[in-house]
């Protein structure tokens, strides 16, 4: 089978390489799908994306016309391609299901304890002589409650983290995680009494039509004054316009963001000397207050290895038997 690998950086191409090929033909290409650059699979019967890709419907319609059947997504989340649209078509789609969610997890934690010790204001401080701390509290985690949103796999990682810091948990999920319950001390309860209870609240649940700008101005007018409020999941489970109100009006406390809703044309690019067109994420980065990292969350060995692995698995299942265990329905 021939494989087109889109949006391959050297962080992740290395890893690639290493698994083992089997049937596979593989080619790589930094460049991004979209309606422009769907042209370059022509010939490929399988491409594989990441999140920086956009799958739209006429984005699958032109991959089609070229031959693609096969999408193996180098990601846990999918919302970077219309599902249904693949399903007309007849293209399967698969994803990487499960990878360290250690690595997410604990990225989390490095922005809430960033944000919550000023480590990031106390470096440039240092750095520029100023050793006064009169800037620099903090407060103790210990003791604190930390909200969860989505204890899947994820959150349940970041919920036993917390829990060892000394942190009371309060979950909100669908889904309660039977699991997580007999290791920890958990509550699950509302979106609004994490919102109105929680001094952290860190968001691990999918981006999909119900959670689309789940965080608004109605909840985020809810929070604790000062909360600290971490997503690693997706941007646009937040609206950005009203967390942004919440940050000059002081409701929240800190932000720390693995990602932002339009981080497509941000994220993953080279934009030295170039001025960012995007308004809101600008005033955004702005605040002192506000820590942003580029889509980096799963950027651990053991989740790229787990990633590339699971990736040549799904292609090598469809290229011996034209089924894989990871099909997305
Ligand atoms: P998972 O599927 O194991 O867990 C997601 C949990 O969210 C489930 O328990 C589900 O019931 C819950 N959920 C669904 N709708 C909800 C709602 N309305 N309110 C509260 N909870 C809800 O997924 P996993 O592996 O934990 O990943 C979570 C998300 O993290 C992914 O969907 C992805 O968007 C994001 N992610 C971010 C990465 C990064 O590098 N920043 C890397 C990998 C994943």
Redesign the pocket.
């Known amino acids: 089978m021939k494989i087109l690998m889109y949006s391959i950086y050297a962080f992740d191409k290395p890893f690639i390489e290493n698994a083992t090929h089997g049937k596979l033909e593989i080619e790589y290409t930094n460049q991004a799908l979209n309606e422009d650059t769907a042209k370059l699979a022509e010939g490929f019967e399988g491409i594989s994306l990441f999140t920086p890709d956009n799958a739209s419907d006429s984005v699958l319609e032109k991959l089609y016309f070229y031959g693609v059947r096969y999408i193996a997504l180098r990601?846990?989340?999918y919302?970077y391609v219309d599902l249904k649209k693949a399903r007309a078509l007849g293209i399967k789609v698969a994803n990487v299901p499960?990878y360290s969610?250690y690595?997410?997890a604990e990225?989390a934690v490095t922005l809430l304890l960033a944000l919550n010790r000023k480590i990031i204001l106390g470096q440039k401080l240092m750095q520029m002589g100023d050793y006064r701390l009169d800037h620099l509290v903090g407060f103790d985690l210990y003791g604190k409650t930390v909200g969860i949103?989505?204890?899947?796999?994820?959150?349940?990682a970041f919920a036993k983290i917390m829990h060892g810091f000394g942190c009371q948990i309060l979950a909100?999920?669908?889904?309660e995680?039977e699991e997580l319950i007999q290791q920890i001390d958990i509550s699950y309860t509302t979106?609004e009494d994490v919102c109105k209870n929680s001094d952290v609240i860190s968001v691990?649940?999918?981006?999909?039509r119900?959670?689309k700008y789940?965080f608004n101005k109605s909840n985020f007018s809810l929070m604790k004054r000062g909360v600290i409020f971490i997503n690693?999941?997706?941007g646009t489970i937040i609206n950005t316009e009203d967390l942004i109100d919440a940050l000059k009006m002081g409701n929240i406390g800190a932000a720390g963001l693995?990602?932002y809703e339009k981080e497509k044309t941000i994220f993953f690019g080279n934009h030295i000397n170039k001025k960012l067109e995007d308004h809101l994420y600008t005033i955004l980065r702005s605040f002192p207050n506000v820590l942003i990292t580029g889509?980096?969350?799963?950027?651990t060995n053991e989740a790229l290895e787990g990633i590339a692995q699971t990736t040549i698995v799904n292609f090598n299942a469809w290229a011996y038997n034209g089924l894989s265990e990871n099909e997305l329905k």
């Open positions: 990601s846990v989340g919302d499960s969610p690595s997410v990225h949103i989505g204890t899947g796999k994820i959150g349940a909100c999920d669908p889904q995680n979106l691990h649940c999918p981006l999909n119900e959670t789940m690693t999941a997706r693995d990602v889509h980096q969350g799963f950027l």
